[in-house]
Nanobody, 128 residues
Framework: QVQLVESGGGLVQAGGSLRLSCAAS????????MGWFRQAPGKERDFVAT????????YYADSVKGRFTISRDNAKNTVYLQMNSLKPEDMAVYYC?????????????????????WGQGTQVTVSS
């Protein structure tokens, strides 16, 4: 069993920055691909970013490319999402997700149904 706990959400003005953290329990973190997704009110949960178990491969949604950076610290069992130049359309609940026991250290996953574990979410509010 894996538990994921997100933190770092809050209220920020447009153009500002936030860094989200996701702390994972268990011993499988270093072999898990990790992802960030977001869900705005009345909308589906969308992919934001993903990182491979080794941290060497990342991928971003076009809407956040160049503004957001995903990273991980396997020694701390934590994945991060640095969000810069935030826009009102970035406002959503952000979820961390884990796909454990990934076979390849360079694998990444973009679909929500490819992840087995989810955090409870953290709210990001961007004021214009």
């Amino acid at each position: 069993q894996v538990q994921l706990v997100e933190s770092g959400g809050g209220l920020v003005q447009a153009g500002g920055s936030l860094r989200l953290s996701c702390a994972a329990s268990g011993r499988t973190f270093s072999s898990s691909a990790m992802g960030w997704f977001r869900q705005a009110p009345g909308k589906e949960r969308d992919f934001v970013a993903t990182i491979s178990p080794s941290g060497g491969t990342t991928y971003y949604a076009d809407s956040v490319k160049g503004r957001f950076t995903i990273s991980r610290d396997n020694a701390k069992n934590t994945v991060y999402l640095q969000m810069n130049s935030l826009k009102p359309e970035d406002m959503a609940v952000y979820y961390c997700a884990a796909r454990i026991n990934t076979i390849y250290s360079y694998s990444i996953y973009l679909r929500s149904n490819e992840y087995q574990y989810w955090g409870q979410g953290t709210q990001v509010t961007v004021s214009s």
